[in-house]
């Protein structure tokens, strides 16, 4: 069975960082791109960040290009989510996710 938990979430003052973790479990996770999508406050779901099956090529939404890195370290299966230059919009709950599967997400609050 296909299990994704997030972890790191918390909460920072606008400009500081924070490593969002995923441990995924259940399917062959060297296999599988991946993504992190994101559900801030009364808002739809927003994606973020997808890596490819090496970790070789990532792709940023806009509003995070430049100060978020997506990682992966295939042996460990876990996804990583590193979240610099932090803006109180970047507020919201964070799912790691393949496709049709999500995690129950982190909660990353931006706030001085």
């Known amino acids: 069975q296909v299990q994704l938990v997030e972890s790191g979430g918390g909460l920072v003052q606008p400009g500081g960082s924070l490593r969002l973790s995923c441990a995924a479990s259940g399917f062959t996770f060297s296999s599988y791109w991946m993504y992190w999508v994101r559900q801030a406050p009364g808002k739809g779901l927003e994606w973020v960040s997808a890596?490819?099956?090496?970790?070789?090529?990532?792709y940023y939404a806009d509003s995070v290009k430049g100060r978020f890195t997506i990682s992966r370290d295939n042996a460990k299966n876990t996804l990583y989510l590193q979240m610099n230059s932090l803006k109180s919009e970047d507020t919201a709950v964070y799912y790691c996710s393949i496709a049709g599967y999500w995690g129950q997400g982190t909660q990353v609050t931006v706030s001085s």
């Open positions: 890596i490819n099956t090496g970790g070789g090529s990532t």
